[in-house]
């Protein structure tokens, strides 16, 4: 199995991103998808997820609004629109996979390389 994520980069308050997480080796449309990051010297933490039909998603307080998930089955591919970037929402960026569903990084058995995402002010 193989998550690769991409599309992290340096840029500016309230400017918009957009992550893009590849996946290999598995049924795609098996598995719920999640986006979680991580700042030095703190936990993991969930930003966004997905189910694995797509009909349901999960935002962290922190970014409702601003985030948006998605995905495509048939390119097994996740996406994470980020808009209004913050400085605090600086971090490395891991796209995850998981049979079940949750928000917690146990959950989740699948994980991809991370993309930095830095967001100056």
């Known amino acids: 199995v193989q998550l690769q994520a991409s599309g992290g980069g340096l840029v500016q308050a309230e400017d918009s991103l957009r992550l893009s997480c590849a996946a290999s080796?598995?049924?795609?449309?098996?598995?719920?998808m999640g986006w979680f990051r991580q700042c030095p010297g703190k936990e993991r933490e969930i930003v966004a997820a997905?189910?694995?039909?797509?009909?349901?998603?999960y935002y962290a307080d922190s970014v409702k609004g601003r985030f948006t998930v998605s995905r495509d089955n048939a390119k097994n591919m996740v996406y994470l629109q980020m808009n209004s970037l913050k400085p605090e929402d600086t971090a490395v960026y891991y796209c995850?996979?998981?049979?079940?569903?949750?928000?917690?990084?146990?959950?989740?058995?699948?994980w991809g390389q991370g993309t930095l995402v830095t967001v100056s002010s």
């Open positions: 995850a996979a998981a049979r079940i569903w949750g928000t917690y990084a146990r959950q989740y058995a699948y």
């Open positions: 997905i189910r694995w039909s797509g009909d349901y998603t």
């Open positions: 080796g598995l049924t795609f449309s098996n598995y719920n």
